[in-house]
């Protein structure tokens, strides 16, 4: 149960699902009875694994939220590709300094370029030349920052009170939060 050739196929995630279940980690609740439909909860007594598993995955997310904050301001004459990668990392050291990015993992290579190629399987960017471009389907401003906010609820502590931002954040008022991104 550990590699699974594609994660996305529902079988693969329902199974993993039922696995954390049998083995303690989330409980499941199915309200009316509903065998497809249900409420996943973690229990208290495995507060501190799930922590752990969470950490081992937040260094990417916080590392794909950076590349994504940082392709949002893309121009449409593309980057170089490597210059995309210097940037993020450039960001990512930034804004780990300045307490708005938890964990140094953030600034590495292989990260990022695992990140830009996750963004190019899904459509997000395009690649061509050598330069990262945005792809149609992501050129709206609007449809971009939904992507934006969508990886950013999953990022660490994500209270008003640290810095970081509340759900019902704008990708305006997240942008208004790192003026820096006007410095790339």
């Known amino acids: 149960m550990i590699y699974k050739e594609d994660?996305?196929?529902?079988?693969?995630?329902?199974?993993?699902?039922g696995s954390l279940v049998l083995r303690g980690y989330?409980?499941?609740?199915?309200?009316?009875?509903?065998?497809l439909e249900g409420?996943?909860?973690?229990?208290?007594?495995s507060k501190n694994q799930v922590d752990f598993?969470?950490?081992?995955?937040?260094?990417?997310?916080?590392?794909?939220?950076?590349?994504?904050?940082l392709l949002f301001q893309l121009q449409p004459e593309g980057i170089p590709f490597n210059?995309?990668?210097e940037r993020c990392q450039w960001l990512a050291d930034n804004l780990y300094k300045q307490g708005k990015c938890y964990c140094a993992?953030?600034?590495s290579k292989d990260t990022i370029q695992n990140a830009l190629n996750f963004f190019k399987i899904f459509n997000v960017i395009e690649i061509r030349s050598g330069k990262v471009y945005i792809s149609p389907a992501y050129q709206k401003k609007e449809t971009f920052a939904s992507l934006v906010i969508s990886i950013?609820?999953?990022?660490?502590?994500?209270?008003?009170?640290n810095?970081?931002?509340?759900?019902?954040?704008?990708?305006?008022?997240i942008l208004a939060k790192f003026p820096i991104l006007s410095k790339l």
């Open 39 to 45: 409420l996943v909860s973690i229990p208290q007594k």
């Open 83 to 85: 210059s995309m990668i």
């Open 53 to 69: 598993f969470c950490s081992l995955l937040w260094p990417f997310i916080e590392c794909y939220w950076i590349t994504c904050l």
């Open 163 to 173: 810095g970081h931002d509340s759900p019902g954040d704008t990708i305006t008022s």
């Open 7 to 17: 994660p996305y196929i529902e079988e693969d995630f329902n199974a993993t699902i």
């Open 26 to 35: 989330l409980e499941l609740s199915r309200p009316n009875g509903n065998s």
């Open 152 to 161: 950013n609820r999953f990022r660490k502590n994500r209270t008003s009170q």
């Open 105 to 107: 993992e953030t600034i």
